[in-house]
């Protein structure tokens, strides 16, 4: 008896949001004039500052359109350049996304109700996505972006204003008001205006084509150069139509020198301590950014009841003003006695979908491998919840996607920390609902591992649902587990649901760094695990017990 438990395309329009509308807009022709070369390194004194109206003011860059005449219904807030320096985006408030020259649209929060407004954007180096960031450093990643961190869990003396990628595309700053600074993932620091007086604030920030400077621009059109970035000049504030609100740099050198040694990291606050001048000496330094701890959520099944239902929901409530990166689910969405319909389907979507962070969805067994037709089940379910390369949630998160029909199975990295689903229902890991699961299961692991292997990952996160320990699972994918786990020789967190009861270990016999959690199930559907992830501590991982 059984336990109770897109592809992206290129397009010839931008799509526009203005005041909640979503609108087509031809994305003009590139500029006949001059344009920096992709192969030669653009001066490090050429950028364009972005007004509030949409307004661009180049400096010795061409000009490939703006918003004047036309202001947005939303104010203009970021700004991206393209890779090959022929157009750019321009992001609103709201997320609304505008595209001139070769700029391309990859999506947008215009839809969304969001938390906090948009203040800034950064595109990845292949053009084929960008970030946009909240004010409170919240990140909205479209297209090939990647998430490397964000200052949600932290208090900021001062909102965030912008924002800009690191020279790989692995990382990325954010700047405040007060002109602090913020890096994750490979982003190097090199200098901010925190603590020093500010003829204007800090509206935004643009990375210097060969990755190793950047610059500041205040509201009034003050231009700060730090690193290798030089100053071009600034426009005069006081005849302004509207404030400056952004600064866009020309594109970066292509990647081809070996890897320069660690810049000095930046200070993880909004307030870092007293820089030296642009050019001056590098700050001492301090924690690396890239290291920085973020927060995760895990929860198990959803609650097989109406009553049930209420408590998810005031676990979600609490979940979302927590501060998490992200939520992972690994349990059952249903009753086992339950009917398997698309209602229930429905229901728990719009559930996860409420979520103000983004949200990933591992399946149970009760909504498919229990129900008669399980693979029609299954189906039903993979075009529910899978039919993008984005978690759920109200804040999207790329993920990585095993090839289809597979396509339950993600893979993603956040502060270098690779963390993979896998569909292994209970209570034996295996089912004939589902033709080719169990070697898709054993491929996506290896994968996993290969992964943080290759890109020297601090510790790996698996999630499922089976539970290993309950007797029946499956065999081969367990040993698999724990050979590559001994093998990777740093922290791997086995997440699985199923037998209903909290549990926390090292429960493999000579492989002290494979740590078994199991989540809290059906009867603690207002319970959840907050996971500390710090990719700096050799442990990498800390675990409390939450209750909303």
């Not at 699961?437 to 990952?457: I, K, R």
């Amino acid at each position: 008896m059984r336990r109770a438990l897109c592809r992206r395309l290129a397009v010839a329009v931008a799509v526009v949001s203005i005041a909640g509308v979503t609108r087509a807009v031809a994305v003009p022709e590139s500029s006949p004039r001059s344009e920096p070369s992709p192969a030669v390194a653009p001066p490090t004194s050429s950028y364009w500052l972005i007004g509030a109206d949409g307004n661009v003011y180049p400096f010795n860059v061409p000009d490939f359109g703006s918003l004047r005449g036309s202001p947005p219904a939303r104010p203009i807030v970021g700004a991206a350049v393209t890779p090959r320096g022929k157009g750019y985006w321009l992001a609103g408030t709201d997320g609304g996304i505008f595209a001139f020259g070769d700029a391309r649209f990859h999506g947008s929060t215009g839809a969304m109700r969001l938390n906090r407004p948009i203040v800034g954007m950064a595109a990845t180096p292949s053009g084929d996505g960008y970030w946009l960031v909240a004010s409170d450093g919240g990140i909205f990643a479209f297209g090939d972006a990647g998430f490397y961190g964000s200052t949600g869990s932290i208090v900021l003396n001062k909102p965030i204003t912008g924002m800009s990628t690191s020279r790989t595309g692995r990382g990325y700053r954010f700047v405040a008001s007060d002109g602090g600074l913020f890096s994750f993932g490979d982003a190097p620091y090199a200098g901010s205006a925190a603590g020093r007086p500010l003829r204007d604030p800090i509206v935004g920030m643009a990375g210097s084509p060969t990755g190793n400077g950047y610059w500041l621009v205040g509201s009034a059109g003050t231009v700060r150069a730090y690193g290798d970035g030089r100053s071009a000049g600034s426009v005069p504030g006081d005849s302004l139509p509207a404030p400056i609100v952004a600064i866009m740099a020309p594109p970066r050198l292509p990647d081809t020198s070996p890897p320069s040694p660690p810049e000095a990291p930046g200070p993880p606050s909004s307030t870092p301590a007293p820089s030296s001048p642009p050019g001056g000496d590098t700050p001492p330094p301090t924690r690396a950014a890239s290291t920085a701890p973020f927060r995760i959520a895990l929860i198990g099944d959803t609650g097989y009841t109406a009553a049930q239902d209420e408590l998810l929901l005031k676990t979600r409530t609490a979940i979302s003003s927590g501060s998490y990166a992200f939520v992972v689910h690994d349990g059952d969405i249903q009753g086992p006695q339950g009917p398997c319909t698309d209602e229930r389907l429905r229901y728990v979507h719009e559930v996860f979908e409420g979520f103000s962070v983004p949200f990933v969805f591992t399946p149970g067994d009760n909504e498919w491998a229990g129900c008669a037709g399980p693979a029609e089940r299954l189906a039903a379910i993979r075009q529910r919840f899978f039919s993008t390369d984005q978690s759920l949630g109200q804040r999207r998160m790329p993920l990585t996607r095993q090839a289809a029909p597979f396509v339950e199975n993600a893979r993603w990295s956040a502060g270098n920390v690779v963390f993979a689903t896998l569909n292994v229902p209970g209570p034996d890991g295996k089912s004939s609902g589902a033709e080719g699961l169990p070697a898709a299961n054993l491929a996506w692991l290896n994968e996993a591992f290969d992964v943080a292997t290759n890109q020297q990952s601090p510790g790996l996160m698996v999630i499922w649902q089976d539970d290993p320990f309950a007797g029946g699972s499956d065999d081969d994918l367990q040993t698999a587990l724990v050979e590559r786990a001994s093998a990777f020789g740093k922290p791997v967190v086995l997440v699985h649901g199923d037998s209903h009861v909290y549990r926390l270990g090292t429960n493999w016999p000579g492989v002290p760094n494979l740590i078994e959690l199991q989540t809290f199930a059906v009867d603690n559907t207002d319970r959840w695990v907050e996971v500390t992830v710090d990719p700096a501590d050799p442990g990498v991982f800390r675990f409390a017990k939450m209750q909303s």
